[in-house]
Structures are given as C-alpha cells and as structure tokens.
C-alpha cells in the first residue's frame, strides 16, 4: 500500500518514544539535548496528513484521489484542487497551498500539451517546491516508446517555470487497482501501474514535511 514503509517507520519509532524518555531523565550534560532532540523530531509525525492534488477537469484526478484514499485508509486527507483557469487568489485557496504537507500536480498523459497544469505550477511560491510532487496519469494509455518523449517535455516545461528539476512520475490507477486484485500477472500489472514509484515519491515528500 502507498506509504506503508512510511507509517511502519513511524509506528516503530513512536513505540521507542517510553525508552527515550527514561534515557532523557537519566541523561547529563550534552546527551540531555541531543535525547530531546530525537523525541521532538519524532512526536512531530502526523497522523494525518492534508494533500493538494490540482489538476484540470477530465485529467484522471478523480481516480487519483479515490485510489490513494483507498490506499492509506484515511491517513491522508486529499483536497481536489481543478485548474480550470480561474485567478490566482481562488486556486491557490483550496486550500491554502502552504498549510499542506505535500502539492500533487497531476496531468493527463493523454494529453500533456495542455497549459493548465504550468500555469497552477507558476502560482506556486517557491517555498513550497520541495512540496511539490508532479504524477502523469493514464499512463496505461501511452506506450513505453510513446511515454519517454512526453517525460521529457514535462521535465523541461517544469525547468522553464520554476528553474529547478523535477521528474513526473508515471501512475496509472487502472493498472493499480486491477494488480491489487490478486488476478493473474499482479505483479506484472503492479509494476506497470508505477505505484511502486508513486509510494516512494510521495512518501518521500510527506516525510520530509
């Protein structure tokens, strides 16, 4: 599932909170500090996460959204954000971009000319980068051979708005939902699907928040 070795990371750490605890009431000197460093950092892990996914009407960020919920059971919490052309005020307020732990940008593989998805990407502050998390859906619908130039363009239109590099990241929940099945070849599908990669690029954002 999408950030389990996230949340079992978490769940261990949490479990040795009584331990550090009893070390910090016996510790001296410098160890007093660095002991209550671990513990802050580690009582700083959510249990909920809150997840910005924009991207434009018909772009398969419906699914996204259903799929990643059924994934994390509740432990994340997603807000749908359309990119539909509106000013900058009322997209980047729902919800407000910097209360979020990460900003998923989705764009249709089937159609990644679209401007829509670099023009939500301009309005994002450049604070908020390290947030931001680009996924190409549907990208079931696209060949390998036909995948490989539209990775490209992306990467390159990402560099031209914000300066830095990013990787768009295949995903196609058909694939996923269809490899969780248990049905025939589910590894094969998994692996196609890229949720494998999703859980590792999205766990890392979230802990990193």
């Not at 999408?2 to 040795?16: C, N, P, W």
């Not at 998923?104 to 939500?120: H, K, L, S, Y």
């Amino acid at each position: 599932m999408v950030l389990d070795r996230y949340f079992t990371a978490k769940t261990r750490l949490k479990a040795a909170l009584p331990a550090l605890r009893s070390m910090r009431s016996r510790a001296k000197g410098d160890a007093v500090q660095s002991t209550a460093h671990y513990l802050a950092a580690i009582e700083q892990f959510r249990e909920v996460f809150r997840v910005a996914v924009a991207g434009g009407v018909g772009s398969g960020k419906s699914s996204f959204v259903d799929f990643v919920k059924s994934e994390t059971d509740g432990r994340i919490r997603l807000d749908a954000v359309d990119i539909t052309g509106k000013s900058e005020s009322s997209m980047l307020t729902k919800p407000p971009l910097d209360q979020t732990d990460a900003i998923v940008c989705v764009i249709d593989a089937t159609e990644p000319w679209a401007a829509e998805p670099w023009d939500f990407v301009r309005m994002v502050p450049r604070e908020l980068y390290e947030k931001l998390l680009i996924v190409l859906l549907r990208s079931d619908l696209r060949s390998e051979v036909e995948l490989q130039p539209v990775i490209v363009h992306i990467g390159e239109q990402l560099f031209q708005c914000t300066g830095r590099r990013f990787v768009a990241v295949p995903f196609s929940a058909k694939l996923a939902r269809l490899a969780n099945g248990g049905g025939l070849d589910s590894e094969g599908l998994r692996a196609r699907s890229g949720i494998d990669r999703l859980s590792e690029a999205l766990g890392s954002v979230l802990a990193a928040s």
